[in-house]
């Protein structure tokens, strides 16, 4: 069975602070997909990035960063001088390669402090 | 394009009344996604469509529950007899198709329904 844990349900830093959330995801598969999305205060669920299990390369863009662990099945997202429009509920996701259906974990709630 | 558009946004009924969800996909995305999501956990997958098939339904969703979505454009999502238990927010969401599956979503702002 597929599985992603979120275990931090809300960290608080101030601004401008480095923050790191984590992922950590359950599957038997050997090729799967791997998924951030945000949802502000507004509830839109906005797409941050996906990646395949084939690629272990970290990913940058601007101040969002991706590690992508298969060694300990972990996919880690850090925000580096965080802002206060940074302040979301952040859910990381897993799918099957080939598959249609996310399964999600249960979020982790980022309050930026200005 | 103005993305996925969800009506009504907000929808309270009293509990044993039926409801009725419309949403609007991008209209170059062939598929399209009902999930629920409650409060304080992520979105849990309803049903899925690739243009007016339906695919797949979520084992969880009880025979309450149908979705439909004629000519492969828009889709209702209807809740008959609802019940407090189904008081959530349900997402829609469409993508195109690609080979590997495992689409980028696009969200719209989701319904919300109280049931009393």
């Known amino acids: 069975a597929q599985k992603v844990t979120q275990a931090q349900t809300e960290i608080s830093v101030v601004e401008k602070e480095d923050v790191t959330l984590d992922c950590v995801y359950e599957t038997r598969d050997t090729t799967y997909y791997l998924f951030w999305y945000k949802q502000p205060p507004s509830g839109e669920l906005v797409f941050l990035i996906r990646?395949?299990?084939?690629d272990e390369q970290n990913e940058i863009s601007g101040r969002y960063s991706w590690n992508f662990q298969k060694s300990t099945s972990s996919f880690n997202f850090t925000i580096t001088a965080s802002q206060v429009v940074d302040s979301a509920v952040y859910f990381c996701?897993?799918?099957?390669?080939?598959?249609?259906?996310?399964?999600w974990g249960a979020g982790t709630k980022l309050i930026i402090k200005p | 394009d103005t993305g996925v558009s969800q009506d009504p946004r907000h929808k309270i009924t009293k509990r044993g009344q039926n409801v009725t969800f419309r949403c609007d996909p991008i209209?170059?995305?062939?598929?399209l996604y009902w999930y629920r999501q409650t409060l304080g956990q992520g979105p849990e997958f309803l049903t899925y469509?690739?243009?007016?098939?339906?695919?797949?339904k979520s084992r969880l969703l009880s025979d309450r529950f149908s979705a439909e979505r004629p000519k492969g454009s828009f889709s209702t999502l209807e809740i008959q007899r609802t019940e407090q238990g189904d008081s959530a927010m349900y997402l829609c969401?469409?993508?195109?198709?690609?080979?590997?599956?495992?689409?980028?979503?696009?969200f719209g702002a989701g319904s919300r329904l109280t049931v009393l």
């Open positions: 996701a897993l799918s099957a390669w080939g598959g249609y259906q996310l399964i």
């Open positions: 469509f690739q243009n007016e098939a339906q695919l797949e």
């Open positions: 969401a469409s993508s195109l198709a690609q080979d590997s599956g495992a689409n980028v979503l696009t």
């Open positions: 209209s170059e995305h062939n598929r």
């Open positions: 990646r395949n299990s084939f």
